[in-house]
């Protein structure tokens, strides 16, 4: 280890135990991280991208796995040095969230759903920094603040299921940057974000390099983040590194075949001005030689009018409620059999509740939704669970949403249990077909959530919302954790589906490439409204509200040679709208730009109203 060098991997190995003896994971991997660099890691899941930031943290005994060879060399805050393999768990607690700050994965796995969010946050900032409680809680909020999350005084009491996604992996941010750590390695840490708060943390964590020389192991599948962020660049394949250099040597002149067809799978913003249809992407596949997909002859399938969803905001002795966070106010929009309309905007802006809605996971409180010219919020509950089977929901954080103690097979296979569908072989044919659709292996059948990667893991749940042959599905940032390649692979997938089926899709996504290719209309929503809505090729090529076109211009490029400034990109975060009871809430009102083109005049905010 030079005298330069932060941390320094030498010829890791990482084994997991299994029932069949062990399963390598990580297999000779050497790599260096210097004093304010950032390093990214790419790869498709299961390349063991995770397993090597887990292997730094010394964790991977918690999940099963052992260092089988090989050492992991780190500089502490002190001068002296250690190697991470033999370290002990002692001397772990000591190292990390203090020299090493980890930002996980899966921000509801990461929290725990008892303690607020000042608790888990102040823990590590009282353990490392020795503050008293009231320096450590003031020193919270300035964290939360610079993760630019809304009241954050209000936050810190908050639980993290009264967060959205977005909102829960700010806090988890928050803890990493706590006790400004010497290396910080961030696990996809955008992946939950929109453009716009993705641009505006990127930011953050560079400010946090600049300030204190960290160093950054940055993991991402996220191509085009990879060109803005990067000093080099390390690509990963089963366990291997197949190609490391230069952000610039790998974008303009990549080696590998594998690095190859990662930059050549990687949707861009752009790609389809001047078309109306939905268009595959143009990665391997079963699905992808398929040219521009049109959809059938189209009817209206579902109907959302004046939608309202309201949350109460308790305070007092006695906990009553005191006002009401409007999540949802006054949304309305339709869509067609075998179309797509896809809703994009910062998180907390309230997509999210508005699928939730839609499906009645969630009550409204005022407003319409028709599905097949049924008024859903009216069915009795036992004819809304026939209702239930044609609409299907795949969830924003796919370790929550599968049961940790049931098989795969079972949970693809409980939908058609529940409505007896299908049983014996007919079932297993069914739950195997599935697997294919979504590229899972059959052997991983018998397998449970926590044996799979990120990436994994949603593409069960994708295969668990297909199970019934629905005609709806909501699909809550069903591709943000896969790879480029799977996520490629995955939406080429639902556009044939969507061909072959005239399957209607909600696609929640803050990937502005991805929505752009996958559907018909764009919906973009803002403190709880809608604030444009058109074609796809209307809002995302002729944008109207100034949120929308700060959105636009806060997408990555992948390209190295065209960084802009993260910072600059983004803007400021409105906080969320609170009201009293008994507010009487402003009715929507819509500017109609072309024939099926609105964006909204009603003032909620977004010039005067910001945090």
């Avoid at 005994?61 to 052992?66: I, S």
């Amino acid at each position: 280890m030079s005298d330069t060098d932060l941390l320094t991997i030498k010829n890791l190995s990482v084994t997991f135990r299994t029932d069949d003896g062990g399963a390598d994971a990580i297999r000779d991997f050497s790599g260096r991280v210097h004093p304010g660099e950032t390093v990214c890691i790419v790869g498709e899941s299961g390349s063991g991208k995770s397993v090597t930031c887990l292997s730094v943290m010394g964790l991977v005994a918690f999940e099963n796995g052992y260092v089988h060879a090989g050492q992991i060399n780190f500089t502490k805050r002190d001068g002296t040095q250690i190697d991470l393999a033999q370290a002990t768990q002692r001397e772990m607690q000591n190292i990390r969230g203090n020299d090493i700050g980890m930002i996980f994965q899966e921000p509801m796995t990461t929290l725990n759903p008892v303690f607020t969010i000042e608790r888990q946050l102040t823990e590590g900032i009282k353990l490392h920094q020795n503050l008293t409680h009231k320096q450590a809680r003031d020193h919270a909020c300035t964290l939360l603040e610079r993760v630019r999350i809304p009241s954050p005084e209000r936050c810190l009491t908050q639980y993290p299921h009264e967060l959205s996604g977005g909102m829960r992996q700010r806090v988890v941010i928050a803890m990493a940057l706590a006790c400004k750590p010497r290396l910080l390695i961030a696990d996809e840490p955008t992946t939950a974000l929109d453009v716009t708060n993705q641009a505006e943390i990127i930011a953050l964590i560079d400010e946090l390099k600049q300030e204190t020389g960290a160093g950054i192991i940055f993991v991402t599948h996220d191509m085009a983040v990879v060109a803005q962020v990067a000093d080099r660049v390390i690509v990963m394949r089963d366990g291997l590194v197949v190609e490391e250099g230069t952000v610039s040597q790998v974008f303009e002149a990549p080696q590998h075949p594998y690095t190859q067809f990662l930059l050549t799978s990687v949707p861009r913003l752009g790609d389809m001005t001047g078309t109306d249809e939905p268009r595959p992407l143009g990665a391997d596949g079963p699905y992808a030689s398929t040219e521009g997909i049109k959809a059938p002859n189209s009817t209206p399938l579902l109907r959302v009018r004046n939608l309202s969803v309201r949350f109460p905001v308790k305070g007092g002795l006695l906990r009553r409620a005191v006002s009401n966070l409007h999540a949802v106010e006054d949304v309305s929009f339709s869509l067609d059999a075998g179309q797509t309309l896809a809703l994009v905007g910062e998180s907390g802006s309230g997509k999210s509740t508005v699928a939730r809605a839609i499906l009645r996971l969630t009550d409204a409180d005022e407003g319409d939704i028709e599905f097949e010219n049924q008024n859903l919020r009216s069915l009795p509950a036992r004819h809304m669970r026939q209702m239930r089977r044609h609409m299907q929901m795949i969830f924003q954080d796919p370790f929550a949403s599968l049961d940790p103690q049931m098989t795969l097979q079972d949970q693809v296979a409980e939908p058609m249990r529940n409505y007896a569908s299908l049983s014996g072989r007919a079932l297993q044919d069914r739950v195997a077909r599935l697997f294919d659709l979504v590229e899972l292996p059959q052997s991983f059948l018998g397998r449970y959530p926590h044996e799979l990667s990120g990436g994994q893991r949603q593409r069960i749940a994708i295969a668990r919302a297909l199970a019934l042959d629905p005609k709806l599905i909501v699909a809550d940032e069903a591709v943000s954790a896969l790879d480029v390649s799977v996520q490629a692979q995955v939406l080429n997938l639902m556009l044939r589906l969507q061909a072959d089926l005239g399957l209607s899709y909600v696609f929640i996504s803050h990937d502005m490439a991805v929505v752009e290719r996958i559907s018909h209309q764009v919906g973009v929503m803002y403190r709880g409204r809608l604030v444009e809505i058109g074609t796809r090729r209307a809002v995302l090529e002729t944008p109207q509200h100034p949120y929308t076109k700060a959105l636009l211009n806060a997408v990555p490029v992948a390209d190295p040679r065209k960084r802009h400034n993260m910072a600059g990109s983004a803007h400021p975060q409105a906080p969320a709208l609170v009201h009293p009871q008994g507010f009487e809430v402003t009715r929507s009102r819509y500017k109609r730009v072309g024939e099926t083109h609105l964006v909204l005049e009603t003032d909620i905010g977004y010039a005067t109203g910001m945090a």
